[in-house]
């Protein structure tokens, strides 16, 4: 079983639905999570770190629910520009960067 | 200021052949991480210095593999006897302190074809 795993997709919406995914992780000891978005042939982008109590960044949502070891990532109002891979990335308590690890990324498209 | 550079930006070379790829992180960045993607894959980590020193080299694939940094500052990622499993997009991404949730800025990449 991977340590992090993710709907490949790809998500294909029509501009202004909500889409939803999640991402789930196989260690407890996991600390710190985040979404990064990487747009083809580009490198991944820190899109928003995820906070215990769940935060907000003006359409996006991301949330964490450690008792079944998912987070999620919730998009309201979909844009063309959304259009994208999103990575989930989780850290473990271990400070060591092999600690960091990357999901295999979720692929959205958004359509007119 | 600058963000993360990384060069070559493209390199081919043939099966056999030793390169170096480089990566310039951003200033102040004490944090320095390599990566290798895949086409439509996610990103294997391998090698992460904090400083000069890496403590923890455990995601390198083969002893074909060697990374170094000098100074704090740059770094290079050196394949010997290339294979064409080689092939991928390396990334080199720095962050301001390694550990805790500190935001990863990522280099263009090298993209690295073994023929």
């Known amino acids: 079983r991977k340590e992090v795993e993710q709907d490949p997709g790809p998500f294909n919406v029509p501009e202004g639905a909500t889409v939803a995914f999640n991402c789930t992780y196989s260690n407890s000891a996991s600390q710190s999570f985040f979404w990064y978005r990487q747009d083809c042939r580009k490198e991944p982008k820190l899109l928003m770190s995820?906070?215990?109590s769940g935060n907000e960044d003006g359409r996006f949502t991301a949330q964490l629910n450690r008792a079944s070891q998912y987070i999620s990532l919730l998009i309201r109002d979909s844009k063309l520009s959304d259009s994208a891979t999103y990575l989930c990335v989780v850290r473990l308590l271990d400070s060591s960067a092999s600690k960091i690890i990357f999901g295999s990324g979720t692929r959205l498209s958004i359509r007119p | 200021g600058a963000g993360v550079s990384q060069s070559p930006s493209n390199k081919v070379t043939e099966k056999g052949k030793d390169v170096e790829l480089r990566c310039d992180p951003i200033s102040g960045h004490t944090a320095l991480y390599w990566y290798r993607q895949s086409l439509g894959q996610g990103l294997e980590f391998l090698i992460y210095?904090?400083?000069?020193?890496?403590?923890?080299k455990s995601g390198l694939p083969s002893d074909r593999f060697s990374a170094e940094r000098t100074g704090g500052s740059v770094s290079t990622l050196t394949i010997q006897r290339t294979q064409q499993e080689d092939s991928a997009v390396y990334l080199c991404a720095s962050s301001l302190r390694g550990g805790g949730p500190h935001e990863q800025y990522f280099g263009p990449g090298t993209r690295l074809t073994v023929t």
């Open positions: 995820v906070y215990s």
């Open positions: 210095f904090q400083g000069n020193s890496a403590p923890d």
